[in-house]
């Protein structure tokens, strides 16, 4: 995945890049500066860059990537919140989903798991923490109920 930027500071155009393919790779007019996911099961980079006394960062959640320039995101014109302002409740949530979804339903609960982590993440960063804890409920119902659906569907054809 690539995902580039032409940002002016003072009159001058910089290119910053956002590149995946065997690692991450954050490219300031050519130079390259190699990044790593604050979540093991996500991938969430919160990149710094200063130019000029512009502050500028480069924030990925899973696949979606944005520019921060000056505290606003170019692309949806959003307020800039750090990720760092991720409550750790939201990271123990993703850690428990993944793990515990693939404890119970393999490959196909390890998905859900990470499907429900994206909403913890944008959940915990807009400060909601009830909303978090009630998609944490929902994501462990989901699990739990395909876990027997599962094992009832192997039961009934004798492969358990």
């Known amino acids: 995945m690539k995902k580039a930027w032409d940002v002016t500071v003072n009159g001058v155009v910089h290119k910053v890049e956002y590149?995946?393919?065997?690692?991450?790779?954050?490219?300031v007019n050519g130079n390259v500066y190699k990044t790593?996911?604050?979540?093991?099961?996500?991938?969430?980079?919160?990149?710094?860059?200063?130019?000029?006394?512009?502050?500028?960062r480069v924030v990925a959640i899973?696949?979606?990537?944005?520019?921060?320039?000056n505290g606003r995101y170019l692309g949806s014109g959003e307020e800039y919140v750090p990720l760092n302002k991720v409550p750790v409740l939201a990271n123990v949530f993703v850690g428990i989903s993944c793990i515990g979804g693939f404890l119970t339903t393999k490959w196909l609960g390890f998905l859900i798991g990470v499907l429900f982590s994206f909403l913890y993440i944008k959940q915990?960063?807009?400060g909601k923490t009830g909303a978090m804890v009630v998609s944490f409920i929902i994501c462990t119902a989901i699990q739990i109920v395909l876990m027997i659906a599962v094992s009832a569907m192997l039961l009934a054809t004798g492969m358990y």
């Not at 590149?19 to 490219?27: A, E, N």
């Not at 093991?40 to 130019?51: C, E, R």
């Not at 899973?62 to 320039?69: E, F, Q, R, T, W």
């Open 19 to 27: 590149k995946t393919s065997f690692g991450t790779k954050i490219l």
């Open 62 to 69: 899973g696949n979606k990537v944005d520019l921060a320039v």
């Open 36 to 56: 790593r996911s604050q979540n093991w099961f996500i991938n969430m980079i919160d990149y710094p860059i200063t130019i000029d006394g512009a502050e500028i």
């Open 124 to 126: 915990g960063l807009k």
